[in-house]
């Protein structure tokens, strides 16, 4: 069982950068494989970063290749998502899952996952 709290979202220009954070509570943090999603009014949600146990592996949906980059601290039970060169288009609810997973496990997938946080707005203006 993680229970997971996201923060540092917030209302940012266009070109702008945000760092989000999620902090996980439970001792196994470092055996979960974490994700980051979003999801806009009146859209699905999907998927947007994800990152191994480890730290070593990292995947991205195309939208933010290049412009995000996810990242975790192990000893903090945290888990990041720095946003740069942000577009009105990443206006979002931003938030965190969890799944216990081995080295080489990925999903795409939300219902993959089995832990989400509350969820932290991104707004970026134009």
């Known amino acids: 069982q993680v229970q997971l709290v996201e923060s540092g979202g917030g209302l940012v220009q266009a070109g702008g950068s945000l760092r989000l954070s999620c902090a996980a509570s439970g001792r196994t943090f470092s055996r979960y494989v974490m994700g980051w999603f979003r999801q806009a009014p009146g859209k699905e949600r999907e998927f947007v970063a994800t990152?191994?146990?480890?730290?070593?592996?990292?995947y991205y949906a195309d939208s933010v290749k290049g412009r995000f980059t996810i990242s975790r601290d192990n000893a903090k039970n945290t888990v990041y998502l720095q946003m740069n060169s942000l577009k009105p288009e990443d206006t979002a609810v931003y938030y965190c899952?969890?799944?216990?997973?081995?080295?080489?496990?990925?999903?795409?997938?939300?219902?993959?996952?089995?832990?989400w946080g509350q969820g932290t707005q991104v707004t970026v203006s134009s």
């Open positions: 899952a969890a799944h216990p997973a081995g080295s080489s496990w990925h999903s795409y997938a939300p219902e993959d996952y089995d832990y």
């Open positions: 990152i191994s146990w480890s730290g070593v592996s990292t």
